[in-house]
C-alpha cells in the first residue's frame, strides 16, 4: 500500500488537463502553501469565474435541444469564461453583446485552448487521466417556468410535469458567477480538521470533510471541501444599456471572493499543525537534502563530533549516503559552494571537487554538482508554484537557469510550445543537458515531445538577450544578478535595471515575469515595496505599465537572519 507521501507526488506530478492547463493565477499561492506542508495536497481547484451559458442542462440527454443548440450535451454550451475580471465599460460592452457569441466566442474573457492542441500528447493517449486543478463545478441551469401544479394528495409528494421546451426558451442566454472552490486531500483527520478551522477563520461557511475512509491507494483518505459563497445566477434578456451594471455584479462579487482567498492564505500560514515538522526524537530536521546527500550548516568540520553527526543523520533516513558540511557562504557569479564530507561514501568527493548526486521533485529528476553550482531543496515549493503558473502552448526563457530543475519541471508537466534555458557555468551547463537527457528517458513525464521543445543556450545572459528576438516569450524567470557578500548588483554595469531594461522587450504583450530577489523580514510583511517600485521605474521608461501578480516568500526558511528570497510577478501591458 502506498503511503501518503508516496501517492502525494504522484498526483502532483500529473499533467494538468484543465481547459486552461494550468492553475488559476488567484488559486496558485493557497495552493502552493497547502502543497508545502507534507500533510496535504490539493486534488482540484478554481479561483473563482464567470461565464454565460445556454441550454436545459448540462447533463441532459435531449436529442431535439442537442440538435437545435449544439455541440454541448443536451444542447448546453457555455460561452466567454473568465477567471478575472471586467476592466472597462467598454469591455463589458464586449462581454454582454449577446449578438457577437459565434464570431467572438471569448468576448474579452478566458483565451480559448484546447488540450493537446500543441500537439505535446501524452504517452498512451491519457484518455484515462484524471482532469486536475481546475473545478468544474457544474450544475443544472435554472429551469424555465412550470404551469401551476395539481394540489398534493396525503402522504404523497406532487408530480412534477414534464414541460416541452421552445427553440426560444432552450436558447435563453444565462450569467452565472461561481465561486472559490478547492478539494485537499489530508493525512489524517486531525489535520483536516486544522485545515477546516483555517478555512472558517478566513470567512467559509461551506467547509467539511466531503470523503474519508481507506482506499485501496492509501490508508485513510480524508478530502477536504472549501467552497466560498459568492454565487449569481440569472438570465439575460436585452442586455443593452444594463452592461456595465452586470459587471459591476461580478466584479463585486469576484473583489469579495478573492480577498477571501488572501485571508485564507494567511489562516494558512498562521495554521499550527503539523505532523511532518519533526523527526521520531520530536527535534526538528536542521539539514537540507539534495538526492542522497544531506546538507548541515552550523558545524564544525573539525570537531569529533562531526561524524557522530553525520552518523546520526544517516541513521534515521536510509536514503542518505552522504553527509556534507557546508563550511562558507555561496561565492562567486557561479554561486559555488565549499562542502566537506562528514560520514557516508568519502570517494563521492571528486579530483576536481565536485560532488555529484541525482536530486528528484515530484517524479522530474536532475543532476547536481553541489560543490560547482547552486542549487537548494528550499526552493521545491517555490519550484511547483512556477510550474503551476504556467499555461498551455507558452513560450518560456528561463535567465541564470542553473541545473535547471524548474525548466525541466515546466517541460515535463505543462503543454509548453518552446522552453530556453540561458546559463553561463560550463559545469550547471553539462548538469543541465544531463538532466535534459533525463527527462527524455523519465516515464514520469506526462508530455509526450517534452526533450524537443527545449533549447539550452550558454553564456552571458547580457550577451544572450541581444541575439532573442523581441515580443517573442509568453513568461520569462529572472533571479535578480547579485552577489551574497554585498548589498547589491555585481557591479554598476550590470544592474537590475539594466538588465530588466533588456530582458523586458522579449516579452510578448501581457507577457508575465518571475522576478527574484532578496529581502528583509519587514519588506516581506509590506509586500516588497522596493522591489517592486525598481521594476515599476524601468517599466515606466520603457513607457509600458506593470500590472503586479504576486510578491512573497520564494521557498521555505531564510537565506539569512531576517532576509529572504522573494518573487515578483508582474505582467508587462505595453499597448
Not at 421546451?165 to 458567477?177: K, N, P
Not at 440569472?234 to 452586470?246: A, R, S
Not at 494558512?268 to 546538507?295: C, F, N, P, Q
Not at 512556477?386 to 541564470?400: A, K, T, Y
Amino acid at each position: 500500500m502506498s503511503t501518503f507521501l508516496e501517492v502525494k507526488n504522484r498526483v502532483l506530478s500529473k499533467r494538468d488537463r484543465s481547459s486552461r492547463g494550468r492553475i488559476d493565477q488567484h488559486a496558485v499561492t493557497i495552493c502552493s502553501l497547502i502543497n508545502d506542508r507534507e500533510e496535504f495536497y490539493t486534488t482540484s481547484s478554481c479561483s473563482g469565474r464567470f461565464h454565460l451559458y445556454r441550454g436545459v442542462g448540462n447533463k441532459s440527454s435531449n436529442a431535439d435541444t442537442k440538435k437545435t443548440l449544439g455541440k454541448g450535451p443536451g444542447g448546453f454550451d457555455r460561452f466567454r469564461i473568465s477567471h478575472g475580471f471586467i476592466a472597462s465599460s467598454e469591455a463589458a460592452l464586449r462581454y454582454f453583446n449577446l449578438e457577437t457569441l459565434k464570431e467572438d466566442p471569448e468576448g474579452g474573457g478566458d483565451k480559448i485552448v484546447e488540450v493537446d492542441q500543441y500537439e505535446n500528447l501524452l504517452e498512451g493517449g491519457g484518455a484515462e487521466e484524471e482532469e486536475e486543478e481546475e473545478e468544474e463545478n457544474e450544475s443544472l441551469p435554472l429551469a424555465p417556468p412550470t404551469a401551476p401544479l395539481a394540489p398534493p394528495t396525503l402522504n404523497s409528494h406532487p408530480t412534477v410535469p414534464e414541460l416541452q421546451v421552445s427553440e426560444d426558451e432552450a436558447s435563453l442566454i444565462f450569467l452565472r458567477f461561481e465561486s472559490f472552490i478547492l478539494h485537499v486531500c489530508c493525512s489524517s483527520l486531525n489535520a483536516a480538521d486544522a485545515l477546516m478551522s483555517a478555512a472558517r477563520s478566513a470567512g467559509y461557511k461551506t467547509v467539511g470533510v466531503q470523503s474519508s475512509g481507506a482506499t485501496s491507494k492509501v490508508d485513510g483518505k480524508v478530502i477536504v471541501q472549501v467552497l466560498g459563497d459568492e454565487f449569481l445566477e440569472m438570465p439575460l434578456f436585452d442586455t443593452k444599456g444594463k452592461e456595465v451594471m452586470l459587471a459591476k455584479l461580478v466584479n463585486d462579487r469576484q473583489r469579495r471572493n478573492w480577498a477571501k482567498i488572501g485571508r485564507f492564505e494567511a489562516e494558512v500560514k498562521r495554521m499550527e499543525y503539523s505532523e511532518a515538522d519533526k523527526t521520531k526524537g520530536g527535534k526538528g530536521k536542521h539539514y537540507d537534502v539534495v538526492g542522497d546527500v544531506a546538507i548541515v550548516k552550523d558545524v564544525d568540520v573539525n570537531s569529533p563530533h562531526a561524524e557522530t553527526i553525520g552518523m546520526d543523520i544517516m541513521q534515521s533516513n536510509s536514503k542518505i549516503k552522504v553527509v556534507a558540511v557546508q563550511n562558507d557562504s555561496l561565492s562567486g557569479v557561479e554561486k559555488m559552494s565549499n562542502l566537506t564530507i562528514v560520514a557516508g561514501n568519502f570517494s563521492r568527493l571528486q579530483k576536481d571537487g565536485g560532488l555529484v548526486t541525482t536530486h528528484q521533485e515530484f517524479g522530474i529528476k536532475c543532476l547536481v554538482d553541489l560543490n560547482r553550482t547552486f542549487f537548494t531543496a528550499r526552493m521545491g515549493p517555490e519550484r511547483i508554484r512556477l510550474c503551476n503558473c504556467v499555461s498551455r502552448g507558452e513560450n518560456v526563457l528561463s535567465l541564470f537557469s542553473g541545473v535547471g530543475l524548474e525548466g525541466l519541471m515546466i517541460a515535463g508537466r505543462r503543454e509548453i510550445s518552446g522552453l530556453t534555458f540561458v546559463e553561463l557555468n560550463p559545469v550547471a551547463v553539462n548538469c543541465l543537458k544531463r538532466g535534459l537527457e533525463l527527462l527524455g528517458r523519465n516515464k514520469a513525464v506526462v508530455v509526450k515531445g517534452a526533450k524537443e521543445r527545449v533549447k539550452i543556450l550558454e553564456g552571458d545572459a547580457m550577451e544572450v538577450l541581444k541575439s532573442l528576438e523581441d515580443n517573442s516569450f509568453d513568461r520569462i524567470i529572472a533571479p535578480r544578478p547579485k552577489e551574497s557578500s554585498t548589498d547589491g548588483d555585481l557591479s554598476s554595469e550590470f544592474s537590475g535595471s539594466n538588465f530588466l531594461e533588456a530582458m523586458l522587450p522579449k516579452l510578448k504583450e501581457r507577457g508575465e515575469c518571475h522576478w527574484y530577489d532578496f529581502a528583509a523580514d519587514h519588506e516581506v510583511e509590506s509586500g516588497c515595496p522596493r522591489t517592486k517600485k525598481g521594476i515599476e521605474d524601468v517599466v515606466r521608461q520603457l513607457g509600458w505599465r506593470a500590472e503586479f501578480l504576486y510578491a512573497g516568500k520564494a521557498g521555505s526558511g531564510s537565506i539569512a537572519k531576517r532576509q529572504f528570497r522573494v518573487c515578483i510577478d508582474f505582467r508587462v501591458i505595453k499597448a
